[in-house]
């Protein structure tokens, strides 16, 4: 997660918070896997997009989850902002979204020195 956040940083992005649910949940008397969320982004690509449809904003920041699975594998998630604004019918998305993609794309390779699993409405991609 700290590299994720370093690249978000480094190529100017904003980092509006970040959830660690294993602490929460350590809190609370409850154990969980290291699972950590991630919330960023640019007012000056998602603003286009909540003009065009304002429920994006239930998704908007972008965010990604890291997590460690049962045999301690950690992985990089997010959903596609293709399929953001498809469920969302943001119209004229295209030149917005792929580059949202692109830059998702480059911050995982920075992050990781492995294989990266996105994920788009629960599913693997």
Request: charged share 20%; glycine share 8%.
């Amino acid at each position: 997660m700290n590299r994720f956040e370093a690249a978000i940083k480094a190529h100017g992005m904003g980092v509006f918070t970040r959830i660690n649910h294993a602490a929460l949940a350590a809190e609370v008397g409850l154990t969980l896997r290291p699972t950590e969320v991630i919330l960023f982004g640019n007012p000056l690509a998602g603003t286009p997009l909540m003009q065009s449809s304002q429920t994006i904003g239930i998704d908007l920041p972008l965010k990604a989850l890291v997590w460690q699975d049962a045999l301690g594998k950690t992985w990089l998630s997010w959903n596609e902002p293709a399929w953001l604004a498809q469920r969302h019918e943001v119209g004229g998305a295209a030149r917005t979204v792929a580059p949202m993609a692109r830059v998702l794309n480059e911050f995982a390779a920075k992050a990781t020195d492995t294989r990266t699993q996105r994920t788009n409405n629960g599913k693997e991609t």
